[in-house]
């Protein structure tokens, strides 16, 4: 009758087997204990890689991408708020001029 589980250990050292959880592969208690501390160690690394990784992606979304092309749109900008900024003055003297002469009419 064949087995459905698959025996790690070869030296049958303890009587008692370990069963582990989706898995297939029945262990003695000293290879059950290697192999969890591996997996513990696995979980270690991969905790560390995921925590870079979230670093990683918050330091991306907290600084702003700067193309070269940024800094014509922002002269423009500049370039535009002067002309209105003069337009206004111009606007304002006009108005001025408008009406201190219909009050001395």
Not at 17 to 24: D, E, H, W
Not at 28 to 33: A, L, S
Not at 63 to 74: A, G, K, L, N, R
């Amino acid at each position: 009758m064949a087995s459905s589980s698959q025996t790690i250990c070869s030296e049958r050292t303890s009587t008692a087997n370990y069963k582990r959880n989706g898995s297939k592969k029945t262990y003695c208690k000293f290879h059950n204990d290697q192999h969890r501390k591996l997996l513990d160690e696995q979980l270690d690394w991969l905790t560390v890689d995921h925590d870079d990784l979230q670093q990683k992606l918050l330091d991306h979304e907290s600084t702003p991408t700067y193309h070269p092309s940024m800094s014509v749109i922002d002269k423009w900008e500049q370039e535009s708020i002067a002309r209105i900024q003069n337009i206004a003055v111009l606007a304002r003297r006009r108005l001025l001029q408008v009406l201190n002469q219909h009050v001395e009419e």
